[in-house]
């Protein structure tokens, strides 16, 4: 494709619909009123009316679009600037009115086409500042594209004139170090963010947990700065794999910034693009493209953040400048197995778990001194009990790995919020879980997780509905997306006997989230609070369909053959034999074979469990005072005393 394409057009006015794109200024009228649109997109309005009815290949973009000596992901290049255009024109790819998509081709403008003389700009005439290109690009950008773009390509007088004033401006600005690394143009005054995942380039599975990894990595980075509001990932991933709309996604996170990017891995090099987006106007802030060597990922990973912090604060110290930007290790293969640690972490699952806590340890082998390995380590021990580990073993381990963090780290906020966890869980240290977990707060009063857990915890104790209701709200205020925060919304309400609230919470949330399990054991938690048995039975066994448990679905079967037999007690019997021989191969919560036989009515084997419970430290037996299959068990002196053991509250139900 000639590289004047550009140039096809005449100095004219081209009118389609009730738009119209003066040439010769630069300009876009909608019915008469201009219209801010930025330079590619404006550019690319160009190129299409130049050739109306034509496809236009990604490549044909490139070559008018972007000079040879400029580098940048041309796919998300392109792809950014036609979007941007089709908003400005009120267009969408699914019922395009002017650009169509052709698959797999390019792209072709559908729209006719009226073209008509221009008035001319008078000698001298100098455009107003609000007319002029809005720039955002950093400062070695604006030299090089826009010198690059002069000396190839013969534009008018107008175009010519206008980017040499700006170049000139730069220059001159970076001279005399004005700009230095903020954003030239506009601030975006970003008081809240979020780093959507980055995509995959590469398309190989197995590198997955690198576009993952990095995107964590922002997120943990950026929440070091001031008065910034990062969005969890929780919250972020749900958005992986789908083509959002900026402003869309924005408002339902209740962000005013996005970053958005792509990773690419090939053989011993990466590739990463990233761009800052205004949510407000949908307007890019920032975009650039990053290459580097595998071995220097580190610093790669550090030039990224500090570059994404320096658009949105320009007056940042040193050290806060080295807080965001510090990524834990020098070490380039303990890094790579740290993330492929935290991929197989956010799986979930006892296998992945495993999995998670070996890259971990083999990211210690290569840096002993890498806290954030440590951190990993605490939250996969933490979380195994949940999953069928051994609580004896498991939590002890995560202590000490959490201890370890803070050794080596002492401003990581999470290993303390794992810590009160455990505090609370374990070893029944209520006020010294409450002091670890105002410690997390401290040190990042922004994270969901910790408010989760800590919200979970003083709910389960009992005698703080109201606190652990505002707690989980204002989880949820922070990651409103998170199906997790939602789960422990639902248990909360259970326990607080307020059933409808807890169903109306889990019902949204297993409509939302068709693949979410645990929505579905809330469900039949809520259902048998109600004493409305069949539908337990059948949100227990949807549970075990979608996760796939084996012992769940042995378990579900069990009630229902029971139910039909002898109705719920029939269920309950055969449910405890299911779980009971669950123990004679691995490991299942005694106190949870106390609650069976607690609704069943059988006090003595309720509490000959709830002692076996009690000698195995059963990290559930907090929940004592919340559960409602033991409400029969309260007025039995031997309840009160094993809520005094425990240190839990004496509260009346």
């Not at 580098?71 to 792809?79: A, E, K, S, Y």
């Not at 700009?179 to 005054?189: A, D, Q, T, V």
């Not at 956010?346 to 778990?353: A, D, M």
Request: hydrophobic share 40%.
């Amino acid at each position: 494709m000639p590289t004047d394409s550009l140039n096809r057009l005449p100095d004219t006015v081209v009118r389609f619909g009730v738009f119209e794109a003066d040439l010769r200024s630069d300009e876009l009228r909608r019915s008469g009123v201009r219209v801010r649109i930025q330079e590619l997109p404006f550019r690319t309005l160009k190129l299409f009316l130049s050739r109306p009815n034509e496809v236009i290949t990604r490549e044909e973009f490139r070559q008018a679009l972007w000079p040879d000596d400029v580098f940048v992901d041309f796919d998300l290049g392109t792809r950014s600037a036609i979007k941007r255009l089709r908003d400005t024109l009120g267009d969408s790819a699914e019922n395009p009115i002017f650009v169509e998509t052709v698959d797999r081709r390019g792209y072709r403008w559908i729209a006719p086409v009226q073209s008509e003389p221009s008035s001319p700009v008078p000698f001298g005439a100098r455009p107003s500042t609000a007319d002029q290109i809005e720039v955002r690009l950093d400062n070695q950008a604006i030299l090089s594209a826009a010198s690059a773009d002069i000396a190839r390509r013969d534009w008018n007088r107008v175009s010519n004139w206008k980017m040499a004033g700006i170049v000139a401006v730069a220059a001159a600005a970076i001279a005399a170090g004005i700009l230095g690394l903020g954003p030239l143009s506009r601030r975006p005054g970003a008081d809240s963010i979020a780093v959507l995942p980055f995509a995959n380039g590469s398309g190989d599975p197995s590198t997955e947990y690198l576009s993952d990894g990095i995107t964590e990595s922002l997120i943990g980075n950026l929440t070091h700065m001031p008065q910034l509001k990062v969005k969890s990932r929780s919250s972020v991933f749900h958005y992986k794999g789908k083509d959002v709309d900026a402003q869309k996604v924005g408002n339902e996170l209740g962000v005013s910034a996005l970053v958005s990017g792509r990773v690419t891995s090939r053989a011993e090099r990466i590739d990463v693009s990233a761009e800052l987006i205004d949510v407000h106007d949908n307007t890019e802030i920032w975009q650039h493209h990053y290459n580097a060597k595998s071995t220097d990922i580190i610093a790669l990973q550090e030039q990224i953040a500090g570059d994404i912090a320096g658009k949105l604060r320009s007056q940042l110290g040193s050290s806060e400048k080295q807080q965001i930007t510090r990524q834990g290790t020098q070490n380039p293969e303990a890094y790579d197995l740290y993330l492929k640690g935290r991929y197989a972490w956010n799986k979930r699952t006892s296998n992945e778990l495993e999995k998670a806590i070996a890259y971990f340890n083999q990211a210690l082998a290569k840096d002993p001194s890498y806290a954030l390995a440590y951190s990993g380590i605490a939250d996969s021990y933490s979380v195994l009990p949940n999953f069928g580990g051994n609580p004896s073993e498991d939590f002890p381990k995560s202590n000490g790995a959490a201890r370890k963090a803070l050794d080596l780290d002492p401003t990581l906020a999470h290993p303390h919020a794992v810590l009160g966890s455990n505090d609370m869980q374990y070893d029944w240290d209520f006020s010294g879980g409450e002091t670890e977990f105002q410690k997390s707060f401290a040190l990042d009063p922004n994270d969901a997780t910790s408010r989760q857990w800590h919200a979970d915890e003083i709910a389960m104790i009992g005698g703080r509905e109201q606190e652990s209701i505002a707690e989980v709200s204002r989880a949820h205020e922070l990651d409103p997306l998170s199906p997790v925060i939602s789960r422990v919304a639902g248990g909360i309400y259970v326990w607080a006997r307020q059933y409808d609230q807890a169903l109306a919470i889990c019902s949204k949330l297993a409509n939302e989230n068709p693949t979410f399990a645990i929505a579905h054991d809330c469900l039949a938690y809520a259902y048998w609070g109600k004493r409305m048995y069949p539908r337990v039975i059948e949100e227990w066994k949807l549970c075990a369909q979608i996760s796939g448990n084996q012992a769940d679905a042995a378990f579900a079967t069990a009630l229902e053959q029971g139910f039909r037999s002898a109705g719920w007690k029939g269920a309950l019997t055969k449910g405890i034999k299911v779980r009971q021989a669950e123990r004679e191969t691995g490991y299942f919560s005694a106190q949870i074979i106390a609650r069976f036989y607690a609704d069943l009515g059988d006090k003595e084997q309720a509490f000959h469990w709830l002692d076996i419970a009690y000698r195995e430290h059963d990290w559930t037996l907090i929940g004592l005072n919340s559960y409602f299959q033991f409400d029969p068990l309260r007025s039995d002196p031997r309840f009160a005393e094993l809520v005094k053991k425990i240190g839990l509250p004496q509260i009346s139900r």
